[in-house]
């Protein structure tokens, strides 16, 4: 079972570049998630989206745009990559509307912005 | 805003007795998931327990089990008969709207101690 697979699992970008993070879950979720991963800060929320067709904005979305293509695959998009989005990255998936519902991770991607 | 508090940043335990890792929260939703997920030095994410705001009786899932004290906003970690592989970061983390917005606290370093 691969669950939640991400990539690339490695990016350096240098100011000013963009790039786009893959995101692709084969458990038939409808729910899927973008975090950030900072160090002593916790997994702060990029944007969601609760079913296909959807997305919302988290608690930090500015620099970033997300696109749900389809049920399994959700992107996220850096226009202008900046130093400040240099973090590790997390896509998850759960089962809609569930407030027992747990978040299922990919293995990330570690990001440098110089 | 919700609001998470881990107030241990690391803590030690001897292999094989008990640790208590803490976690208050501030909610103001009267429905709400609590999960706690481990990340271990790998850097996946991993869920560990759930507990519900509804739920008459505390969570238990092997070694895991939570202290839940619903009136103090309060649901501690306690994980009994330390492994050395326990040894990570663990992650208090509230749901609510519906399950789509799980916010992370900063998270408490556990080292386990042969």
């Known amino acids: 079972n691969a669950g939640v697979t991400q990539t690339p699992k490695f990016q350096v970008l240098k100011t000013g570049q963009s790039m786009t993070l893959q995101c692709a879950q084969d458990m038939n979720h409808n729910s899927m998630y973008w975090y950030r991963q900072d160090p002593g800060m916790g997994l702060r929320l990029i944007y969601y989206?609760?079913?296909?067709?959807?997305?919302d904005k988290g608690e930090v979305p500015n620099g970033y745009n997300v696109s749900r293509l389809n049920k399994r695959e959700f992107s996220l998009r850096l226009e202008s990559a900046a130093p400040s989005q240099t973090s590790v990255y997390f896509c998850a998936s759960s089962e809609e509307g569930h407030l027992n519902s747990p978040l299922h991770f990919g293995n990330g991607t570690r990001l440098t912005v110089t | 805003a919700q609001k998470i508090t881990q107030t241990q940043p690391g803590m030690f335990v001897q292999e094989k007795e008990a640790v208590t890792l803490d976690c208050t929260y501030d909610t103001s939703d009267p429905s709400y998931g609590l999960f706690w997920y481990k990340q271990p030095s790998s850097g996946e994410m991993i869920f560990l327990i759930y507990?519900?705001?509804?739920?008459?009786q505390n969570a238990t899932e092997g070694r895991y089990s939570l202290n839940f004290q619903k009136a103090r906003k309060s649901a501690n970690l306690v994980i009994s008969a330390s492994q050395l592989g326990d040894s990570a970061m663990y992650f208090c983390?509230?749901?609510?709207?519906?399950?789509?917005?799980?916010?992370f606290g900063a998270g408490t370093r556990l080292f386990v101690k042969a």
């Open positions: 507990q519900g705001s509804y739920d008459q």
């Open positions: 983390a509230p749901a609510t709207t519906g399950g789509f917005k799980t916010i």
């Open positions: 989206s609760a079913s296909e067709g959807t997305t």
